[in-house]
């Protein structure tokens, strides 16, 4: 004990709250000895994996790394929400009393650090300054020094950053324990994972992961799941998952602020990546200031505010490309430091793909080694097909290396907020891009959010289902005091953003091709919820909102063909009528539903109906 102490002393951890609960976690979990982590630690930490052999080099300055192949994904059913609240159970959160789940995850945790670092990350989810800043500030234990690594990049982490907090006692207690991996039993009905967050004390209990959200605890654990549930306890503020771009006008030099929720896996990142597409690239910039999450308020000014409580991107890597998205690739180019989880790498020459970097894998199998670390070269017949890389590999890299982020990502006072947009993958019915200028049709329009779910989460790929405002993961109290608060926040706001669908991913049904180009090409579609913003178009009126006319969309350059170009821009209301059926259902499972998303669910349907 008197050890451990002094290497708090020795790190100069001094939050006498932060020292008490590192202490404390210490014991419990037996660990041997205490490191502190900051963001200056990163190269010798580095220096240590690689020593160690959890990491390789990817290249120079680049790094890569393999999880566990039974952890490459979020998983849904293990995730809990848990306070002493009965009435905080929703339908989405697989709410837990905490005295029944505490002790059940802390069991599994007791001793678990025997003879091992704990390590200790102290973190801020905002940018230094903001004024949601009292909901940033954590402290991640950790035994896995790649969770370290993964922090540095999509966190702020210092010592600095939780010493002088303005109440010492204002952090969120985050404690990540791995676990013995192979002996879990992940998926089966002796699952040991549980991936707790205990909202009401602002407390993560996570154990069983290495991977992505289930692991980084600031991320989602604390950025959204927490985040949403301290915004809706002090009714200050909105945590969603949340992209968050500016759109640049180089004539006039205008600026508008666009956020907006996809599910996981959905395009958020790609989007606020976005690069103009050549024929529009000398007038239009996109900036990016977040890809996963946005924190939202109300200003002084009375103007809806956005900002990204994240330091970094942790992207999906599949189909990324020099055509689909050259900003990710410049963001993880040498001497990034970036990281690659679970993609193909090569053991002789160090490089790494993906499905859909180049158009087939490399033609020379020597060298490779598939997600699962399998020599590609030696994969037997019923594994040919099988992809290199899994389909939820990541890189993760820092902000400042994204070539389009924002000159003022970091402005703690956040950016006013123009339009919010929904889309997900959806096959029919939902056209290219429809606006909505009522409030309460806009939150009603976020939580009938469909979509097919992505390889994001485990075992629902494909599946069609429901997504919130892309919130259903992360939801962490009830979905009808959800659409309260939504209501509630955006409502104080005297301008008004603008609400949109869009849809990236209608398919023809005959050859399954994507009807839209997509990526680059979307910046089209933002540009004309833009001039809906200002007025200075029209579009014409439907049942489900305003879609553009085609000569109000700026399609220079565009490759479509017109049947495909017709579709997207055309309300097909016969499958309208019946997905207000499913909405309906949908939207009865919530309990205390605001009566004005009822009344903008019916306007909608009583409006198909006259069609
Ligand atoms: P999370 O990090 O899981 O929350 O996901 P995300 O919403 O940021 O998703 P991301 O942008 O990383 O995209 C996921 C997948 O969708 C990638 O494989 C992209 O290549 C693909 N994608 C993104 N935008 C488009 C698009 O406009 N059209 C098509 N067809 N695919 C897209
Ligand atoms: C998501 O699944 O939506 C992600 C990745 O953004 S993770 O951090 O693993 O949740
Ligand atoms: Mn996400």
């Avoid at 029944?100 to 069991?107: A, M, Q, S, T």
């Avoid at 301290?230 to 771009?245: K, R």
């Amino acid at each position: 004990m008197a050890d451990l102490e002094k290497s708090l002393d020795d790190a100069g951890l001094t939050n006498s709250s932060v020292r008490e609960y590192v202490l404390h976690w210490a014991q419990f979990l037996d660990a041997e000895r205490i490191e502190v982590v900051s963001a200056v630690d990163d190269a010798r930490l580095l220096r240590e994996s690689l020593d160690a052999g959890e990491i390789d080099p990817a290249g120079e300055g680049l790094y890569y790394s393999r999880s566990y192949s039974k952890d490459t994904a979020r998983s849904e059913e293990r995730t809990i929400v848990a306070t002493s609240r009965p009435q905080d159970e929703g339908v989405y959160n697989n709410w837990k009393h905490t005295d029944e789940i505490r002790p059940v995850v802390e069991g599994h945790m007791k001793g678990a650090m025997a003879g091992k670092t704990m390590y200790v990350i102290p973190y801020l989810m905002s940018p230094p300054g903001s004024p949601l800043e009292r909901f940033a500030a954590g402290v991640e234990i950790t035994d896995n020094r790649t969770v370290c690594l993964h922090m540095i990049r999509m966190a702020r982490v210092g010592i600095d950053l939780i010493n002088d907090l303005d109440e010492p006692d204002m952090f969120v207690r985050a404690v990540h324990v791995t676990g013995d991996l192979p002996t879990l039993g992940q998926g089966t009905p002796e699952d040991k994972r549980y991936f707790v967050t205990v909202a009401d004390e602002r407390t993560i209990l996570h154990f069983g992961s290495s991977y992505g959200g289930n692991a980084l605890l600031g991320k989602i654990a604390h950025g959204l799941r927490q985040a949403a549930y301290d915004g809706w306890a002090s009714g200050e503020f909105l945590g969603e998952q949340f992209m968050l771009l500016g759109v640049t006008d180089k004539e006039t030099g205008e600026k508008h602020h666009i956020c907006g929720g996809f599910p996981s896996a959905s395009g958020k990142t790609n989007l606020a990546m976005t690069l103009a597409p050549d024929a529009l690239g000398e007038r239009y910039h996109v900036e990016f200031y977040g890809d996963d999450i946005a924190w939202l308020w109300v200003g002084e000014d009375g103007h809806l505010y956005g900002m990204n409580p994240e330091n970094g991107v942790f992207g999906v890597a599949k189909d990324t490309n020099e055509r689909t998205n050259p900003t990710a690739l410049d963001a993880v180019a040498e001497d990034t430091h970036a990281l690659f989880t679970n993609v193909a790498y090569n053991e002789k020459t160090h490089e790494v793909w993906w499905e859909g970097r180049t158009p087939a894998p490399p033609a020379d199998l020597d060298g490779w080694r598939d997600w699962k670390g399998e020599l590609v070269a030696e994969r037997g017949a019923d594994e040919a097909d099988a992809p290199w890389a899994h389909p939820n590999s990541r890189f993760t890299t820092t902000l400042a290396n994204v070539p389009n982020v924002a000159a003022d990502f970091e402005k703690p006072e956040g950016v006013r907020i123009d339009a919010i947009i929904f889309g997900g993958r959806t096959r029919d019915r939902e056209p290219l891009v429809r606006a909505i200028t009522d409030l309460a049709e806009g939150v009603y329009d976020g939580l009938t959010l469909g979509a097919e779910a992505t390889a994001a989460a485990e075992g629902v790929e494909g599946k069609l289902r429901y997504d919130p405002m892309s919130m259903r993961p992360f939801m962490s109290y009830p979905e009808g005091a959800y659409a309260a608060h939504w209501l509630k926040i955006v409502g104080a706001a005297t301008h008004q953003p603008l609400f949109a669908h869009v849809n990236w991913f209608q398919r023809d049904p005959e050859d399954g091709h994507f009807r839209w180009p997509g990526y680059r090409e979307n910046l089209r579609a933002l540009l004309w919820i833009i001039a809906r913003t200002k007025g200075e178009v029209t579009g014409r009126q439907t049942p489900v909102g305003i879609l553009p006319l085609e000569e109000e969309l700026d399609l220079t350059g565009l490759d479509i063909s017109r049947e495909d170009l017709d579709t997207i821009l055309t309300v097909d209301v016969d499958r309208w009528r019946e997905e207000m059926r499913f909405r309906e259902d949908h939207l009865n499972q919530f309990h205390d539903l605001p009566e004005e998303i009822w009344a903008a669910h019916r306007r909608v349907a009583a409006a198909l109906e006259q069609e």
